[in-house]
């Protein structure tokens, strides 16, 4: 052997010990990269997602039974009220009430529970955890354009997709339900949402991967799902989110405060002030936060100081977190204002393991919310971040970023099914960043199969979440449980 053959053949040897295969003479030999697919991957996933319907038929999606296991409505409740603060459980209880659409909205944790007891396929995404249909929303970009998307992450994790699917599906009959719709409106609603996912997931699995990721931009959402009706609607809120904004809130919220800058006011039992050593606490951990936004971020709130901290109470589910706002103030006294809302471990994790699906590891509960976020979404808020404060985890993003959201429970039956497709269609996008869409598009089908399913389960598990909510209003009415209604 020369010494050019012995050359040739220590070099194939290496090669073949770093997993390149020989390749002819001429082309590039270059291994598999950690972290990106194969240059020739096994297997269609496709072909996998439809070879799953022999192992979970879609129409199996349809049944809903409770299970004995389940807890009944007023325990889970009560549960869920644990390590929020006192005061204001009554509060998110009266919330509750007011409706078993608000009922639902308030109870993830045991919608969870159910749903870890249906069919599910195994294919796992980010998913929101709460994907009802207000979690839906209007939110401004970088510079101050429009986009809709899911927009509340609070509960979200890596677990089946179908358990956002039917919690949106659900969600529709009963906003119908309290719009007045009738039932053919609700479960058509249901079953065009249902339809909207899977057709966009089949569309999004034929498109380039950078097109597909980036997609359904807002010009296209209403033609693509055909939610026309929906127009005048969707104008209005956006007209009014335009105008909700930091400098809007603080200009209603703060007053003078007698050196030079602004501070709260209060409107209890919605904002409060907070002692002195609390608010610093709260200032104190945005220096962490500032840890965990890209350093291109850092000049941006270098130019705003800190001025005052206030106690604000938001949402359903969220009522008896801590959430505070915080006023900043630039060089001109123009306000920016940030949410530091406690993040509670997502009340689907109990739950994930009986799906199939692994428990992992949350080094932070704020952590999870905003890296779910990004996961999710194609916009994010550009001042997305998390904290610790006094030993408990906080998300931090802006308040009143020119956020609006449809009320779908005042939509016409005409509406109610335009928005269905429109979160539908919004849904499968967002699962595509974590899933394969060939994967579940192959399980999803061409058919109406899946769609009939969903809209089945909606009604049925609508029916369980209207009893759940009488039982709530009866607990209530009897004292064991104290509400505060109208707040």
Same mark, same amino acid.
């Given at each position: ?281 709260? %200032? &104190?951990?945005? @220096?962490?936060? !500032? ?8 000049? $941006? #709130? *270098? +130019? ?104 779908? %429970? &005042?939509?016409? @039956?005409?509406? !109610? ?8 269609? $919004? #849904? *499968? +996008? ?58």
């Amino acid at each position: 052997m020369t010494g050019s053959e012995v050359e040739t053949a220590g070099a194939e040897a290496g090669a073949a010990e770093a997993g390149v295969t020989a390749a002819p003479a001429g082309s590039v030999r270059i291994p598999s990269v950690r972290g990106f697919a194969p240059r020739s991957a096994p297997g269609s996933p496709k072909k996998e997602g439809k070879a799953l319907r022999d192992r979970v038929p879609r129409a199996a999606h349809a049944a809903y039974e409770a299970h004995p296991d389940r807890p009944d409505a007023v325990s889970a409740v009560e549960e869920s009220g644990r390590d929020r603060i006192p005061e204001l459980t009554p509060i998110r209880v009266g919330r509750m009430t007011a409706s078993p659409f608000a009922f639902l909205r308030g109870s993830a944790g045991l919608m969870a529970h159910d749903l870890a007891r249906t069919p599910a396929t195994g294919i796992g995404a980010q998913i929101c955890g709460d994907a009802h249909a207000a979690n839906f929303g209007l939110y401004a970009d970088a510079r101050g354009g429009l986009v809709i998307d899911l927009n509340d992450f609070d509960e979200t994790a890596f677990g089946p997709w179908e358990w956002d699917l039917k919690r949106l599906v659900t969600s529709l009959v009963l906003a119908g339900r309290e719009a007045g719709a009738d039932e053919d409106a609700c479960a058509a609603a249901a079953r065009d949402a249902a339809g909207a996912y899977r057709r966009t997931m089949r569309l999004l699995a034929k498109m380039p991967v950078l097109d597909a990721w980036n997609a359904i931009a807002d010009e296209e959402l209403v033609s693509h799902t055909d939610a026309h009706d929906l127009l005048g609607t969707l104008e209005r809120v956006a007209k009014k989110a335009r105008a909700n904004t930091s400098g809007r809130f603080a200009a209603k919220s703060t007053e003078d405060d007698g050196d030079g800058g602004r501070r709260f006011t209060e409107a209890l039992p919605v904002l409060r002030r907070v002692p002195d050593a609390e608010a610093a606490a709260v %200032a &104190a951990s945005l @220096a962490e936060y !500032l840890t965990t936004l890209p350093e291109d971020r850092l000049p $941006l #709130l *270098a +130019r705003y100081a800190v001025h005052d901290v206030a106690f604000r109470v938001v949402g359903t589910g969220s009522v008896g977190t801590r959430s505070y706002v915080v006023l900043l103030l630039d060089h001109r006294g123009e306000p920016l204002v940030l949410q530091v809302k406690e993040a509670r471990p997502s009340v689907l994790l109990p739950h994930l393991a009986a799906a199939g699906h692994a428990v992992p590891e949350v080094p932070h509960e704020g952590r999870r919310v905003v890296l779910g976020q990004k996961r999710m979404q194609v916009v994010s808020d550009i001042l997305l971040g998390w904290t610790t404060v006094e030993g408990r985890p906080f998300q931090v993003r802006q308040f009143r970023n020119r956020k609006g959201s449809v009320d779908p %429970a &005042a939509l016409a @039956a005409d509406q !109610l099914d335009d928005y269905g497709r429109m979160t539908g269609a $919004l #849904l *499968a +996008r967002a699962h595509t960043h974590s899933a394969d869409p060939r994967l579940i598009a192959g399980y999803c089908g061409k058919n109406e199969e899946l769609d009939e399913a969903l809209a089945a389960f909606a009604v049925a598990y609508a029916d369980g979440v209207e009893r759940d909510h009488a039982a709530l209003v009866a607990a209530v009415a009897a004292g064991r449980v104290p509400a505060e209604r109208g707040v």
